[in-house]
């Protein structure tokens, strides 16, 4: 017996709508329908519904009425993410140990799933990170950082993994650890990240997840010293 068979989540009435029928070319119904089909109030279905814009469950257009989004985990857990770190500055370093468990736990499993063409974009990340660093003048790769952490897990398929690890992204933009920043540690970085890049697309994810290990040791140096 399905999950969903079995368990009656506590949901409003429009995210169990939501998440129970299927979407038209047209989009979702009005709230006026919807008000009358589900018999709860216009007012009601209204707030409901901005609390699934805020997690990021639908979007409304002008014209084109209210269309469900693909589903993501990173809206909700940023938000409240970012009133956590509002609160105290501390829970960012909590969180930051979360993502460094979160990306040794999984990541044999990630880079198992990688394909021909993602060691290629991994290679072509670490290759621009090196121009910039190399430049004149020097730029800070955050994108790339960014991206290549995340190309890593992208094939796991776990909505709730990836949402994670892009809210890490985002908070880390958030408290300014993209700008703060010396040559030699960006130059630590990513001679580890080639390391693990060189490892992955050799098929050692042994020797790649040694780097992993070491490298974020030096993410948690920035994160104490930007304190």
């Known amino acids: 017996m399905a999950i969903r068979d079995r368990v009656t989540p506590d949901i409003s009435e429009f995210l169990r709508y939501l998440a129970t029928h299927d979407e038209v070319e047209t989009g979702l119904p009005s709230l006026k329908k919807l008000s009358e089909e589900l018999g709860v109030g216009v007012a009601s279905l209204r707030e409901q519904l901005e609390v699934a814009r805020a997690l990021g469950l639908v979007e409304v257009k002008p014209r084109l009425g209210m269309r469900r989004k693909p589903y993501s985990f990173a809206p909700a ?3 409240s993410l970012n009133y956590a770190i509002a609160l105290d500055e501390d829970h960012f370093i909590a969180f930051a140990d979360l993502r460094q468990h979160i ?3 999984y990541w044999h499993q990630a880079v198992k799933s990688l394909t021909a063409e993602d060691h290629e974009a991994l290679k072509d ?11 004149s003048p020097i730029e ?5 950082h960014r991206e290549l952490h995340l190309t890593i897990y992208r094939r796991l398929g776990n909505p709730f993994v990836t949402g994670l690890l892009q809210s890490y992204w985002d908070a ?6 993209n700008f703060f920043t010396d040559y030699d540690y960006l130059t630590q970085v990513w001679t580890y990240h080639q390391k693990m890049v060189d490892a992955i697309c ?13 490298h974020t040791d030096l993410i948690h140096q920035l994160i104490s010293s930007s304190q």
Not at 172 to 177: A, H, K, N, P, T
């Open 125 to 135: 990340l670490v290759a621009r990170a090196w121009k910039k660093l190399r430049g």
């Open 202 to 214: 050799a098929n050692d994810a042994d020797a790649g997840y040694k780097a992993l290990s070491e």
């Open 172 to 177: 880390y933009e958030s408290v300014g650890l």
């Open 140 to 144: 800070i790769p955050h994108p790339e």
């Open 103 to 105: 990306e040794t736990a």
């Open 77 to 79: 857990v940023s938000k």
